[in-house]
Nanobody, 125 residues
Framework: QVHLVESGGGLVQAGDSLTLTCAAS????????MGWFRQAPGKERAFVAG????????NYADSVKDRFTISRDMTSSAVTLQMDSLIPEDTAVYYC??????????????????WGQGTQITVSS
């Protein structure tokens, strides 16, 4: 079983930057795609960014492209989401997720089978 814990959320102002970190433990995640999703009140959980097991391929939602950067540390198994130029629309609970072993990079929550508890980000205008 993979255990994921997010950290780094908080309250920031528009234009600020924030870094989220996902710490993985339990079964190895080195062969898994890792992703970040977010869920705003009253909305479905949505893909934000994902990175494949090689750490060479990353995908982003159009709404965060050029503002967010996902990376992973193959030694520590940590996954980081660097968020710059935050806007109020980025306000949501952010979740780290891991695919099944060998899973491909996907935008669909159903393709991920391990989830963190989530961390709240609130961006004030």
């Amino acid at each position: 079983q993979v255990h994921l814990v997010e950290s780094g959320g908080g309250l920031v102002q528009a234009g600020d930057s924030l870094t989220l970190t996902c710490a993985a433990s339990g079964r190895p995640v080195s062969s898994r795609t890792m992703g970040w999703f977010r869920q705003a009140p009253g909305k479905e959980r949505a893909f934000v960014a994902g990175i494949d097991s090689s750490a060479r391929v990353a995908n982003y939602a159009d709404s965060v492209k050029d503002r967010f950067t996902i990376s992973r540390d193959m030694t520590s198994s940590a996954v980081t989401l660097q968020m710059d130029s935050l806007i109020p629309e980025d306000t949501a609970v952010y979740y780290c997720a891991a695919s099944a072993d060998g899973g491909l990079l996907s935008h669909f929550p159903s393709d991920y089978d391990a989830w963190g508890q989530g961390t709240q980000i609130t961006v004030s205008s």
